[in-house]
């Protein structure tokens, strides 16, 4: 059983918003099985750092640089653009891609949070990771309906 939903993250250099309506969207895995969580020391690396690289999709581009959090041993991140050329309309094409933790390439696929319980705790996790002043309008605007509905957990993939 296959379940589909939106996914999302976001880009810092494109701070536009578009409408999500979209037909196509990235899997879920069955959720009668077991997740597979990345790596122990690679979720500590992204726990530490701030800047996640991340590329979305399987055709050659750039990896970008967004902000991921850490909840719960798994790795979340929310789109701040929404705009139909972003790494986040990519996944919602081919939820699978690569990011890019202490100069490896670890293969990825996005999936859709769609708990309430865990939104809450990713709100909490951006403000206390990025709590300085000039992040300060960035995490209030991730904590906002249309982007927090894009938080997404970045799953290893096996492929």
Known sequence: ???????????????????????????????????????????????????????????????????????????FVRSWSLKQRSWYRTFLEEPVGVIVVDGREIPVRAVSTRSERLKTAVDKAYREKFNTPGSRHYVIGLARK????????????QG
């Not at 409408?19 to 790596?39: F, G, H, V, Y």
């Not at 750092?49 to 750039?62: C, D, N, S, W």
């Not at 249309?146 to 993939?157: A, F, N, S, Y």
């Open 1 to 75: 059983m296959r379940i589909y939903q939106a996914l999302d993250s976001y880009d810092l250099r494109d701070f536009g918003i578009a409408d999500l309506s979209t037909n196509s969207a990235p899997c879920r895995e069955d959720p009668l099985k077991a997740k597979q969580l990345l790596p122990k020391d690679i979720v500590a690396a992204i726990r530490d750092g701030k800047i996640l690289g991340i590329r979305a999709g399987t055709k050659p581009h750039r990896v970008i640089g967004i902000w991921a959090v850490v909840v719960e041993n798994r790795v």
């Open 146 to 157: 249309k982007r927090r509905d894009t938080t997404t957990e970045l799953l290893p993939h």
